[in-house]
């Protein structure tokens, strides 16, 4: 059959597809060149990767045939040769270690245990190389974790259970502290202690119990001890008040008796110039009738005269309304007796 027949006239051939042929070269070399690349950062955390990863705080540590290399990385991407050379990250930044479950024996025989105590440290970035060479990448194993141990020992060892439970229970930190700070930088001058934190130890029940009574008793008597002193203080308080209002009635008392004596001094000082007022007058009134009395008495005396004395006896009998009879009327009238005051020697010898 001819094939030409099922196929109609004038149509082209459909064209080739790609897949039908065979692949092309370079396929393969991309292909390998990617799976030499992505392998190795797959198994990146076995040591066999070509390109590996130290992460930030972190510096990275090589070893080559067991050997340590002075070769010190930063964060960020890295080249190595795999199976040869193992990496270790190494932190340099601030990190704890919790050090946990110590027991320690008291100077009187009493076994104690801290739950945890805390350590703040760092690794200085240009001590990485020295430190990782004397003590391995485990480093804070030996420097902080078993010197830890050492140290609570020995403290515990040294002193009573009063003593660590109590009190210098508050000075544990700092001793930890300088004693670990102290070992370091003689041996490990790399390693700074920033500060250490000491949970409470734990002791046995029966002498907690009596810790906590002994507690129980002591609250007791400083409330007791609060309580006189608010009643101490609210006598004072009292006191002070009663104290404050005597002063404050006797300060009233003062200015009131000031005052009445002020206004009895203003009535004696009135009264004082009502009476020199009146004495001034007085004696003003005296003054003045004493200078008439004198005045006419001076008047007087210049009146005094015979004649004057004449005329007014004269006067006077004549002013008299009585009318005498008898034998002795001129006697009466010109009784010496009483004309003798008014006239002088020379003018009775003249009556006569």
């Known amino acids: ?8 006239g004038g149509v082209p051939p459909p064209p080739a ?39 930030e705080g972190h510096v990275g540590v090589y070893w080559r045939g067991g050997a340590l290399l002075n070769t010190i990385s930063g964060p960020g991407f890295h080249l190595m040769i795999p199976f040869l050379t193992r990496v270790e990250p190494i932190q340099v ?24 105590i805390e350590v703040v440290n760092r690794l200085r970035k240009n001590y990485v190389y020295e430190t990782i060479l004397n003590f391995g990448v485990h ?54 202690i920033i500060g250490v934190r000491v949970t409470k130890p734990t002791i046995p029940h029966s002498i907690a119990r009596n810790y906590e009574i002994m507690e129980e008793e002591r609250t007791k008597v400083l409330i007791a001890v609060e309580k006189q002193k608010v009643a101490e203080k609210e006598a004072e308080t009292l006191k002070k008040r009663a104290v404050t209002d005597a002063e404050k009635d006797a300060k009233v008392s003062e200015i009131l008796m000031s ?27 005296a003054d003045a009738n004493f200078y008439r009395v004198m005045r006419e008495a001076d008047a007087n005396k210049l009146k005094l005269t ?24 001129p006697n009466i009238v010109l009784d ?17």
């Not at 704890?96 to 945890?116: H, R, S, W, Y």
């Not at 004596?261 to 007058?281: D, G, H, P, T």
């Open 259 to 285: 005052q009445r004596v002020r206004e009895k001094e203003s009535i004696k000082r009135q009264q004082e110039i009502e009476n020199e007022i009146f004495l001034a007058r007085e004696k003003s009134l």
């Open 306 to 329: 015979p004649e004057f004395l004449e005329l007014k006896f004269i006067e006077a009998v004549g002013n008299n309304s009585k009318m005498f009879f008898g034998e002795k009327l």
């Open 139 to 192: 480093y804070d194993k030996t420097w902080i974790y078993d010197k830890i141990h050492h140290e609570i020992n020995q403290f515990c060892s040294g002193h009573t259970l009063q003593e660590v439970y109590i009190d210098k229970f508050d000075q544990i930190d700092e001793m930890m502290k300088e004693a670990i700070q102290r070992d370091c930088t003689q041996y490990a001058p790399g390693i700074e």
């Open 93 to 116: 930044t601030i990190q704890t270690d919790q050090v946990m479950n110590i027991p320690c024996g008291t100077k009187g025989g009493v076994m104690l245990e801290f739950a945890k």
């Open 17 to 55: 597809r790609v897949g039908d042929g065979p692949p092309a070269p370079n396929m393969f070399a991309m292909v390998a060149v990617g799976l030499a690349i992505l392998l190795p950062m797959a198994v990146a955390g076995t040591n066999l990767a070509i390109l590996h990863q130290i992460p």
């Open 336 to 352: 010496q007796r009483l004309l003798g005051n008014y006239f002088g020697p020379e003018n009775k010898k003249q009556i006569s």
């Open 1 to 8: 059959m001819d094939s030409s027949r099922g196929i109609p």
